[in-house]
């Protein structure tokens, strides 16, 4: 539609008015919902993030707390400000998506390493995530790449209306989120069939520190799956049911959901783990360089890794183990149970014979 057109069109005006007032609030909103879920996580951040060594959750968890708050909130300035050139528009609009999609498959690989620990690290788990992690990536990529570079932007869809919008896109850009779609409902599958196998569920997922370790991973991976899946269903539908106009009013939301999701991910299982009600299981206690039985204070846990060398076969096989790290454990395999007290809390130890589930094993790959 040309400028001449436009002008003697109120009903035009008021459309192109309606649709930058949305995308606006849509765009702000999402930023005061990331400051607001920082403040309330602030402290669990400070405890298990920055007061703790350096892991691999960690790393992934400040690439999307704060890589993805910066990009959410430079998103936001741009559609705020009514002095951005075209030509900066241009590019903004063309490269927006990567960022995003890099924050997206950050939270994921969060999500694939707690379905990898649920299911024992199981290498058919892992190969099928691999496979549809990898597809799902050159596809997205694909589909982004070709609509980016038939799409048409501006600075000024509107005459006196300045702000940065898409004026032409192919059909098939709003088909980009269907490989994340798939690939998010397999990983919301298994993580289910966990929980089904267990038979408990819940509802509150914004409390999952307060439950046992198992009960974090299995009730994070469906509630947290199901709300990044739903919201990523959303934002496919309003991409396509109302066109290229409105593809940035979801996408702060779906951002944010992502973000603050993710993090609690990280953070809940942090909580589970250090929970004073549970097992203490305390990483800072370094293991002997021989991965034998480390000897310590009574009343601290340690992970123990052993290796069991078969003398036929050459073959050896890396267990992990939950032992007490007690002066008066023995290596002989026999029950041994040590109530020990202290000031207020009474400690009671379990016995190197106690049916400890499997699944706390996996937990160790997505902490350390």
């Not at 765009?27 to 920055?50: A, G, N, S």
């Not at 903004?92 to 390493?113: A, D, E, M, N």
């Not at 996408?251 to 609690?264: D, P, Q, S």
Request: proline fraction near 4%.
């Amino acid at each position: 539609m040309s400028y001449p057109e436009v002008a003697y069109d109120p009903q035009a005006f008021a459309d192109a008015a309606y649709n930058v007032w949305v995308t606006r609030i849509c765009q702000l909103c999402p930023c005061i919902i990331f400051c607001y879920d920082y403040l309330l996580t602030l402290d669990r951040e400070v405890k298990f993030i920055w007061r703790r060594p350096m892991r691999s959750s960690s790393v992934l968890y400040i690439i999307v707390r704060f890589g993805g708050g910066a990009l959410m909130f430079l998103t936001a300035i741009a559609f705020m400000s009514e002095h951005t050139s075209k030509e900066v528009c241009s590019v903004f609009l063309r490269f927006q998506g990567w960022p995003s999609f890099c924050v997206l498959w950050t939270v994921q690989l969060i999500l694939q390493l707690r379905v990898y620990a649920l299911y024992l690290r199981s290498q058919a788990v892992l190969i099928a995530m691999a496979v549809g992690f990898t597809v799902e990536v050159i596809v997205m990529s694909v589909f982004l790449g070709i609509g980016m570079a038939k799409t048409t932007n501006t600075n000024m869809p509107m005459p006196d209306i300045r702000i940065c919008a898409v004026m032409r896109a192919p059909p098939a850009l709003a088909y980009v989120w269907l490989p994340d779609i798939i690939f998010g409902s397999f990983l919301f599958v298994l993580a289910a069939r966990i929980g089904f196998k267990r038979g408990r569920f819940g509802f509150n997922i914004f409390r999952m520190e307060r439950k046992d370790l198992l009960d974090a991973l299995v009730y994070g991976n469906v509630h947290y799956f199901f709300c990044i899946l739903v919201a990523n269903v959303v934002n496919t539908g309003i991409w396509q049911g109302l066109g290229y106009s409105w593809f940035e009013a979801p996408e702060g939301f779906a951002a944010v959901i992502e973000i603050v999701l993710g993090c609690r991910m990280v953070l809940d299982l942090q909580s589970a783990v250090s929970d004073s009600e549970g097992l203490q299981l305390l990483d800072s206690l370094p293991l002997r360089d021989s991965f034998g039985a480390r000897e310590g204070p009574a009343t601290l846990y340690s992970a123990v890794s052993t290796y069991d060398l078969g003398s036929v076969q050459g073959r050896h096989r890396l267990t992990q183990e939950i032992e007490l790290a007690s002066p008066t454990s023995s290596g002989s395999g026999e029950s041994s149970r040590v109530l020990i007290e202290g000031t207020n809390k009474t400690y009671i130890s379990l016995s190197l014979s106690t049916n400890i589930p499997h699944q706390l094993f996996g937990v160790f790959f997505i902490l350390y």
